[in-house]
């Protein structure tokens, strides 16, 4: 999404992996909105580009499937793309299936772009629609119906009926805002939401939870595992000159009231405060 990580993932040079540099890929109708809208916005009004700019760079490719960064893998995702395939349809989304106490479908919106699939012919139409939309509004506010790139899915089922599928079987991907309606050991993938990683300036790491009440099961299973994850990639970027916005991510640390030192062995202790140091 900027040069500064496109040279990092480079100097990285990550296996079975082909960079796109976003500077040489920009249009004029994404240039003219951009100074309008916040990196995150930005970011967003990118979604629906991202199949189309990967369909361009590789005509042997025939089906992308978008993913959000904050998603992480435990399981082979095989089971998903059967179901997709089973459907013979062109567009693959995926319901937040939020738990009754996390709902908030009526302004984030039924379905959540996390996870979405498009054909390079089939899915054309709704992608195309999804592109036109998202360049004409695309904030991080909830207005008319609207919220960035997300609330636009809300009618594709029938505004798309044959060229849209919804993934059924719901617990192949779950997030901190269903974790109390499905166990996590049916998920093939898990998305983070809310999750926070900020690096002081003694380098130490501090994560935040967000506000979701999360089973004692899934934080020891799943959330540990991904903050291991995420400690590798943090020192394999230790050699790259990362540009972090450090002072607006350390003044979050003035909230900390206490630190955790064995996050890793006290991952309840870390959910009863929300924040904790990861070493």
Same mark, same amino acid.
């Given at each position: 999404?900027?040069?500064?990580?496109?040279?990092?993932?480079?100097?990285?040079?990550?296996?079975?992996?082909?960079?796109?540099?976003?500077?040489?890929?920009?249009?004029?109708?994404?240039?003219?909105?951009?100074?309008?809208?916040?990196?995150?916005?930005?970011?967003?009004?990118?979604?629906?580009?991202?199949?189309?700019?990967?369909?361009?760079?590789?005509?042997?490719?025939?089906?992308?499937?978008?993913?959000?960064?904050?998603?992480?893998?435990?399981?082979?995702? $095989? #089971?998903?793309? +059967?179901?997709?395939?089973?459907?013979?349809?062109? %567009?693959?989304?995926?319901? =937040? &299936?939020?738990?009754?106490?996390?709902?908030?479908?009526?302004?984030?919106?039924?379905?959540?772009?996390?996870?979405?699939?498009?054909?390079?012919?089939?899915?054309?139409?709704?992608?195309?629609?999804?592109?036109?939309?998202?360049?004409?509004?695309?904030?991080?506010?909830?207005?008319?119906?609207?919220?960035?790139?997300?609330?636009?899915?809300?009618?594709?089922?029938?505004?798309?009926?044959?060229?849209?599928?919804?993934?059924?079987?719901?617990?192949?991907?779950? $997030? #901190?805002?269903? +974790?109390?309606?499905?166990?996590?050991?049916?998920? %093939?993938?898990?998305?983070? =939401? &809310?999750?926070?990683?900020?690096?002081?300036?003694?380098?130490?790491?501090?994560?935040?939870?967000?506000?979701?009440?999360?089973?004692?099961?899934?934080?020891?299973?799943?959330?540990?595992?991904?903050?291991?994850?995420?400690?590798?990639?943090?020192?394999?970027?230790?050699?790259?000159?990362?540009?972090?916005?450090?002072?607006?991510?350390?003044?979050?640390?003035?909230?900390?009231?206490?630190?955790?030192?064995?996050?890793?062995?006290?991952?309840?202790?870390?959910?009863?405060?929300?924040?904790?140091?990861?070493?």
């Amino acid at each position: 999404m900027d040069d500064e990580t496109h040279q990092a993932l480079s100097k990285l040079n990550p296996p079975n992996v082909r960079l796109l540099e976003l500077s040489k890929l920009e249009t004029e109708a994404l240039l003219a909105v951009k100074p309008k809208r916040t990196k995150g916005e930005y970011c967003w009004t990118l979604t629906p580009f991202t199949p189309k700019f990967v369909f361009e760079a590789d005509s042997t490719v025939e089906r992308v499937t978008y993913l959000d960064a904050d998603l992480w893998f435990r399981k082979n995702p $095989a #089971p998903i793309f +059967a179901e997709f395939d089973a459907s013979r349809k062109h %567009v693959l989304i995926t319901d =937040h &299936a939020y738990a009754a106490e996390h709902d908030q479908s009526a302004t984030s919106g039924q379905y959540c772009v996390q996870f979405m699939t498009f054909t390079r012919t089939g899915g054309e139409l709704v992608r195309q629609w999804w592109e036109q939309k998202c360049v004409e509004w695309c904030f991080a506010r909830f207005e008319e119906g609207k919220f960035g790139d997300q609330k636009y899915l809300d009618d594709w089922t029938e505004r798309f009926p044959l060229q849209v599928h919804v993934l059924q079987n719901k617990e192949l991907l779950l $997030a #901190p805002w269903n +974790a109390t309606r499905f166990p996590y050991g049916n998920s %093939v993938a898990w998305h983070f =939401h &809310a999750l926070r990683v900020l690096i002081a300036k003694n380098q130490a790491i501090y994560v935040e939870f967000g506000p979701y009440l999360l089973p004692k099961y899934t934080l020891e299973h799943v959330y540990k595992m991904y903050l291991l994850d995420l400690k590798s990639a943090v020192e394999a970027l230790k050699d790259f000159q990362i540009p972090f916005k450090s002072q607006k991510e350390f003044s979050k640390l003035s909230v900390i009231k206490a630190k955790i030192k064995t996050p890793l062995r006290q991952l309840r202790s870390l959910f009863s405060t929300s924040v904790g140091e990861f070493l």
